[in-house]
């Protein structure tokens, strides 16, 4: 058996790979053309991110069986046409809920306590200790909209910041035990009730856009929107509408629509602050995320095989 492993992956997983057997083919930065042709003598890949295994793809590859992403989402995978051919699919959504938690923190915090604009200032040897009065999380309620693996380790840690926790996830078939602390609310009532909205749904036809203008308008004022989710889920230009009018305080994003999103104009806005999509990019991540994807594809390439 070979695999293509067409994005980075940890050497762990490499060796993973390698021991049990499979050949490992190591090529990066491909795609269309490129990228079918690395897969016509192989029968699985791993990818992170960044490489699109479009339908196309999908179609070409005609020895391909399996198609694993290495971290949370599969908007990276054409999975209708997968499923038309046969080809089994899967991700590794447990790998990157810890360090996509902490990022949420992270960047909620420096927002509420304006840390980028005073380290700026620190930097160019100003000490305006005045200027940057800042809110604290405790008492406020954090938002949560989708609650998966991500959503609850969110809310996790909310709950220690002595924060209160609703949440809203209209296809989780059943509350999740030991998370009775967190209200399940509706759509709206999320929207309404949250003083942070964090985002922890994936981008899916049905998604695409769910936070817009009407979204918006029924938030408070004075709250905050955090990201860490997918660009697609967010409306960006009434996102810049509501931040322009002062219909929303402020916002914390890790993602964009288009990625690198280059000038965009929520970037010029000093109540936004953003990160190149960093949610998964820890150590412990990658090592998880690598060490799953290849455990996953050994399974089903062994089950292919039988």
């Not at 009730?193 to 308008?217: C, F, K, N, Q, Y």
């Not at 929520?266 to 995320?289: F, N, Y």
Request: hydrophobic share 50%; glycine share 10%; net charge neutral.
């Amino acid at each position: 058996m070979r695999v293509l492993v067409a994005d980075g992956l940890d050497p762990a997983a490499l060796a993973m790979l390698r021991n049990a057997g499979i050949e490992v083919v190591e090529r990066t930065g491909l795609k269309g053309a490129e990228l079918i042709e690395a897969l016509q003598s192989c029968q699985g890949i791993i990818v992170r991110g960044a490489t699109k295994v479009t339908g196309d793809v999908l179609r070409a590859a005609n020895g391909l069986r399996v198609v694993v992403r290495a971290g949370t989402g599969l908007d990276n995978v054409d999975v209708a046409v997968a499923r038309e051919r046969g080809v089994k699919v899967a991700n590794t959504p447990a790998a990157n809920a810890v360090s996509v938690a902490e990022l949420v923190f992270g960047l909620a915090l420096a927002l509420e306590r304006h840390l980028v604009d005073a380290t700026t200032d620190m930097r160019q040897g100003r000490w305006e200790k005045s200027k940057y009065a800042g809110r604290e999380l405790a008492g406020r309620t954090m938002g949560l909209l989708g609650f998966g693996r991500i959503g609850r380790e969110v809310a996790l840690r909310a709950r220690a910041f002595a924060m209160e926790v609703i949440a809203c996830d209209p296809v989780l078939p059943q509350w999740p035990a030991g998370y009775e602390w967190v209200q399940p609310v509706t759509r709206d009532e999320l929207l309404a009730g949250a003083d942070v909205l964090s985002l922890h749904v994936p981008l899916i036809p049905e998604t695409r856009g769910t936070i817009g203008a009407r979204e918006l308008a029924l938030m408070r004022k004075d709250a905050i929107l955090v990201n860490c989710a997918r660009g697609g889920v967010v409306d960006e230009a009434a996102l810049q509408a509501a931040l322009e009018t002062g219909a929303l305080r402020g916002a914390a994003l890790d993602v964009f629509e288009k990625e690198p999103p280059g000038e965009h104009p929520l970037l010029a806005l000093p109540s936004v602050i953003a990160t190149p999509h960093v949610g998964a990019s820890t150590a412990e991540a990658q090592r998880r995320a690598g060490l799953e994807a290849a455990e996953i594809m050994i399974q089903a390439l062994a089950s292919a095989r039988a």
